[in-house]
């Protein structure tokens, strides 16, 4: 059997920027331990499996090592991948997830928007000490949400950071933000690390916005937010508090229209 394979670059203005993501349409699901596999060979931040249902898609996400319940970016090259392939009228797309329907819309300007629950982050002080020893620098606000938040002084330490992956490893959450104000016109920068995940830093994250929206728009008073990610190869995004709900937005760049070629046997195998 042949399976398409995408590469997607999500928020990204060009191919080798911003986040790769490996998509992967189907006319039917494939057995879990399969697409795990899939995603394990692809050895991406997440391989994105969906399947049409009517109107709307049946999405999922897997990383290297285990399936997640949320993903923007491969969300967001998703929908690219429905809008440049197979929907090309389309306006919005839905996706039926195990986070409920989320949705991509394309705008005039080639912008794709997202729209996500929001998850307000708890205050979380005094910080774990595994997430100071980690990130190898106190923060000065600690919060959790789906993941440790750490706020820092300013932009030029979340860059400098230089984590101890295996003590991150060890805090109970999914991954760990280290957030701070922006800079040069950008509204709040952030690095994230997800070593459970077999995810050491991730380029860009889009469903890290859930809980950093709302915190920074009450922090600036403002409810729509530039936000730069500080990976290494680094990312935009453009962001609203919409009640509560986000919308994330950027852009995708196709790096690689391939082909999976799995026989009979690998399939009775996985």
């Known amino acids: 059997m042949k399976l398409r394979l995408l590469k997607i670059d999500a928020f990204a203005e060009r191919p080798l920027t911003g986040n790769p993501a490996a998509i992967v349409p189907l006319d039917m699901w494939l057995d879990d331990a399969l697409m795990q596999q ?35 970016h491969a969300t967001l090259a998703a929908g690219d991948a429905v809008f440049r392939f197979l929907r090309p009228k389309a306006r919005v797309v839905r996706f039926e997830t195990k986070s409920g329907t989320l949705t991509v819309e394309r705008r005039d300007d080639g912008l794709l928007v ?26 000065v606000e600690a919060w959790a949400g789906p993941d440790h938040i750490a706020v820092f002084e300013n932009a030029a330490i979340v860059r400098a950071l230089k984590p101890d992956l295996a003590v991150l490893e060890t805090l109970d959450l999914r991954g760990v933000v ?13 690095r994230f690390f997800a070593p459970k995940n077999a995810v050491p830093e991730d380029p860009v994250t889009g ?52 082909v999976i070629e799995l026989t009979p046997k690998e399939f009775f195998q996985a």
């Open 38 to 72: 899939i995603a394990a060979e692809n050895n991406q931040s997440e391989t994105a499996f969906f399947v049409a249902q009517g109107e709307s898609f049946g999405l999922r996400w897997f990383t290297p090592n285990v399936e997640v319940a949320l993903c923007g």
């Open 178 to 190: 280290a957030t701070a104000l922006g800079e040069g016109g950008v509204d709040y920068v952030l």
């Open 114 to 139: 997202m729209n996500f629950p929001a998850t307000p982050p708890r205050r979380n002080d005094p910080a774990p000490a595994a997430l100071v020893k980690g990130l190898g620098h106190a923060p």
């Open 207 to 258: 469903n890290a916005q859930t809980a950093l929206v709302p915190y920074w728009a009450k922090r600036l008073g403002k409810d729509r937010l530039s936000v730069r990610q500080l990976s290494a190869r680094g990312g935009s995004m453009s962001c609203a508090l919409v009640g509560d709900r986000i919308e994330i937005a950027g852009r995708c760049a196709l790096y690689l229209d391939g």
